[in-house]
């Protein structure tokens, strides 16, 4: 089966369509939802409900641009709308001009590269829930603080602060990780 094969017949409800649809993606969306859960139980949650939510608005996709982009947005809205009912995000009156400058080095870059992969995101899955979520929303998915700010119904001056804060936090814990291993 083709991908459009497998959207009509995910739109036609067909449980082997779903199969198919399921075993394609689940491990790209599972990522995603792991980058804005805490721990490995909620993220399979997200992942489940996030296909219950596919396989309900699938008659939405007009097969008009990347079907796994329209999948990812899903998993992102599914994974902010989780985060917004725990009331993760701390609402900041702060000038963005008065945050604290974040040092792009080439150290710190270097810094990065002697961590896996499965390590730095279980650093990013221990930052405050609404530090992770506007850190992955700018640094992995690339949305603007506006359009974050949009999303999660905070100021443009909130997603600043605790995109600020979740890079410091996050290179904290990459100097700890460094040192110790050293």
């Known amino acids: 089966m ?34 804005y859960s805490s721990d490995m139980d909620t993220a399979q949650d ?3 409900d996030g296909f219950m939510k596919v396989f309900a608005n699938i008659n939405s996709f007009q097969n008009k641009g990347s079907f796994e982009g329209w999948l990812k947005r899903i998993f992102i809205n599914h994974a902010l709308e989780d985060l ?3 009331k993760s ?10 945050l604290p400058d974040i040092v792009d080095d080439a150290t710190e870059e270097e810094q ?5 992969e499965d390590e730095l995101l ?5 930052l405050p829930r609404g530090y992770s979520a506007v850190f992955n929303l700018y640094a992995i998915e690339n949305y603007s603080h506006k359009e974050i700010a949009e999303m999660l119904a905070i100021s443009e001056g909130t997603s600043r602060s605790q995109y600020v804060r979740a890079r410091q936090l996050l290179q904290t814990k990459v100097n700890q990780y460094i040192k110790e291993r050293s």
């Open 84 to 86: 917004r009912k725990k």
């Open 122 to 126: 279980k650093m990013i899955q221990e």
């Open 2 to 35: 083709n991908e459009l094969q497998i959207i009509a017949g995910c739109k036609e409800q067909k449980r082997e369509a779903q199969k198919i649809l399921y075993e394609k993606y689940a491990r790209a969306m599972y990522g995603i939802c792991l980058r």
């Open 46 to 48: 997200l992942l489940q």
């Open 89 to 98: 995000f701390i609402q900041v009156a702060e000038d963005p001009q008065n």
């Open 112 to 116: 990065m590269y002697q961590i896996s």
